[in-house]
């Protein structure tokens, strides 16, 4: 045994403790609009303690917790504690990567440790619907930032004719959309297009609708609870679905129900996690934190569903091709791509 490769390895376990150790910190941080109150300006505990209304002992140790870890900057001559204009973009700008809710995500999905251990001695399934609300709220909290800086301005003019349509007015599903925030993206950028947003969760749906009230864009948006295999209309021009095809027990059947309500000239836009088709090309940081979340999510998701499917959130574009092309498809291609997701164009 190398001793040397014993202390390298346990030096990688430390930092992933930590790691994992301090994600309740952070979401305290988060529920608490701490990171928001630090980038108003350096502070000493008592300080930040003042403007915060909170506990002065929980804060002092909260404090040097995020700055051992690089979250907040120390000044030792001060004793003041402060957030980097790129701390702060990342922490407390909601518009921002909006990090912490990242860490929402993780607790909430690691309450049901005790579902998925069994789950792996009896092969059952855990529906999205039975993860703790902060998966839920955490997930449309994280991805809502990727999506308004890449859809919009991105992802949308890289389609062939979509951008035009959009403009003059087009009709658009968005499947599996959650708490519905790329429907209202949708919505807010093209004003005389329609989207309607669908989802089998509820709970979600409720949200979703909430929001497009709050946005005065009820008129043009509009949800309904259904799976991805039975949601309604036809003709649409566009069919968008953002990291959710990979999560289905049958996503073929829901790529079949695209090609039926796609117009003859319509568009699928899928958006997937990036991955390589290659299983040791995702040994990466990317995908280590994409396979963990698909343990508890998106397989067992996929297992909890009709179909016998559960590709996971790193099946990789040859996956995914096999799909769409089962479904009748004749045209696929990636029409764009970021660190974090793979941008695909489908038409019939």
């Known amino acids: 045994m190398d001793h040397e490769k014993v202390n390298e390895f346990l030096?990688?376990?430390?930092?992933?403790?930590?790691?994992?150790d301090a994600a309740g910190s952070v979401v305290i941080g988060q529920r608490l609009g701490l990171y928001r109150a630090l980038a108003e300006g350096p502070a000493t505990p008592e300080?930040?303690?003042?403007?915060?209304?909170?506990?002065?002992?929980?804060l002092t140790e909260w404090l040097r917790?995020?700055?051992?870890?690089g979250y907040v900057s120390y000044e030792p001559e001060t004793g003041r504690f402060s957030l980097t204009e790129e701390q702060a973009f990342c922490l407390a700008d909601p518009n921002g990567p909006n990090v912490p809710t990242a860490f929402l995500i993780s607790l909430g999905m690691l309450r049901a440790e005790?579902?998925?251990?069994?789950?792996?001695?009896?092969?059952?399934?855990?529906?999205?619907?039975?993860?703790?609300?902060?998966?839920f709220v955490g997930c449309d909290a994280f991805y809502r930032p990727g999506y308004v800086a890449e859809l919009i301005p991105n992802w949308i003019p890289a389609?062939?004719?979509?951008?035009a349509k959009l403009t003059a007015g087009a009709l658009v599903a968005d499947v599996g959309c959650g708490l519905g925030s790329s429907s209202i993206l949708l919505a807010e950028a093209y004003p005389r297009t329609t989207v309607v947003g669908s989802d089998y969760h509820a709970d979600s749906i409720a949200l979703a609708r909430k929001g497009a009230a709050e946005a005065g864009l009820a008129d043009r948006v509009s949800f309904e609870v259904a799976t991805a295999q039975t949601f309604t209309g036809t003709g649409y021009d566009l069919v968008t679905m953002?990291?959710?095809?990979?999560?289905?027990?049958?996503?073929?059947?829901?790529?079949?129900?695209?090609?039926?309500?796609?117009?003859?000239?319509?568009?699928?836009?899928?958006v997937e996690p990036f991955a390589s088709d290659k299983v040791e090309e995702n040994f990466n940081p990317v995908g280590r934190l994409y396979y963990s979340a698909s343990t508890f999510l998106c397989v067992p998701n996929g297992l909890s569903q009709p179909g016998g499917y559960a590709l996971g959130a790193q099946a990789g574009e040859?996956?995914?091709?096999?799909v769409i092309a089962d479904a009748g498809f004749t045209r696929f291609r990636r029409a764009a791509q970021t660190s974090f997701n793979v941008v695909y164009e489908i038409r019939p």
Do not use: K
Request: aromatic content about 8%; glycine content about 12%; hydrophobic content about 40%.
């Open 318 to 322: 040859a996956a995914i091709r096999e």
């Open 242 to 270: 953002f990291d959710c095809l990979h999560d289905m027990g049958d996503p073929l059947g829901a790529a079949r129900r695209v090609r039926e309500a796609l117009a003859q000239d319509g568009t699928w836009l899928l």
């Open 114 to 135: 005790p579902r998925i251990t069994e789950a792996f001695r009896t092969g059952a399934g855990v529906g999205w619907h039975e993860h703790d609300e902060d998966v």
């Open 65 to 69: 917790g995020q700055a051992a870890g």
């Open 159 to 163: 389609l062939e004719g979509v951008e």
């Open 47 to 58: 300080q930040f303690a003042e403007r915060t209304g909170c506990h002065l002992r929980y």
């Open 11 to 20: 030096g990688r376990f430390v930092s992933d403790l930590a790691a994992t």
